[in-house]
């Protein structure tokens, strides 16, 4: 098998786990994982990331009850019942993540206040601070994949952003970009559907 064929089946055999062993996660893999993070490529290689790594249950667990307040405060806000339900069913999916044996919370550094200056809303595509730890977070997953450790990417609490920064003692100079949830898979998902390639490919000669 060549080097292409065993990274397609490492790709295809990653799933997102949202139901964890208990077992805790020895720290050296933990280092490993983001080690294989730091790897990815950065926007002028500035490498503007940050991993937090939290096994805490207390900490865990005021995590997920800031999330619940502020989803709750949205959906008090909801004027419409079909939206006030819509919301509820999701209300839920957003908090599981304190189960997880270990969370890593991958911020970006915000782009300086003179691009916001000079380029307004796109300042940040250009920095491309958020998408380079977006590619961090794959490396991330893939890394804890080989590793035999579940993982899922989960953006719903970042609805409670400012909440969770102030909880974890972040700056404001930094921005939340996703939390990755960690753990000895406690299930094995099916296999989910994938757009075949000639739907989603477009080549411009």
């Known amino acids: 098998m060549n080097q292409i ?11 997102s786990i ?11 893999v933990l280092r490993r994982i983001i080690e294989a993070a730091s790897w990815a490529p950065s926007a002028s290689n500035r490498q503007n990331w940050e991993f ?3 096994t805490s249950s207390p900490v865990k667990e005021r995590m997920r009850d800031v999330v619940r307040s502020r989803w709750e405060s949205v959906l008090d806000r909801s004027g419409s019942d079909v939206i006030r339900e819509e919301l509820q069913k999701y209300i839920s999916m957003f908090d599981w993540f304190s189960h997880a044996p ?8 915000r782009p300086e206040s003179f691009l916001y200056h000079i380029l307004g809303d796109t300042a940040g595509d250009v920095a491309g601070t958020e998408i380079s730890a977006a590619m961090a977070a794959q490396n991330l997953m893939l890394a804890a994949h080989a590793s035999g450790i ?4 989960v953006t719903g609490p970042l609805a409670a952003q400012e909440e969770l920064k ?30 075949p390639v000639e739907k989603i490919l477009t080549l411009i000669e």
């Open 18 to 28: 949202r139901k964890f062993r208990r077992d805790p996660l020895p720290k050296e």
């Open 150 to 153: 579940g993982s899922c990417c």
């Open 166 to 195: 102030e909880l974890l003692e972040m700056g404001k100079a930094r921005k939340i970009v996703c939390l990755i949830a960690l753990g000895y898979p406690a299930e094995q998902p099916e296999v989910p559907l994938r757009k």
């Open 102 to 109: 270990a969370l890593i919370i991958i911020s970006a550094k």
């Open 5 to 15: 064929e065993e990274f397609l089946k490492l790709v295809r055999g990653r799933r």
């Open 52 to 54: 937090r790594v939290v």
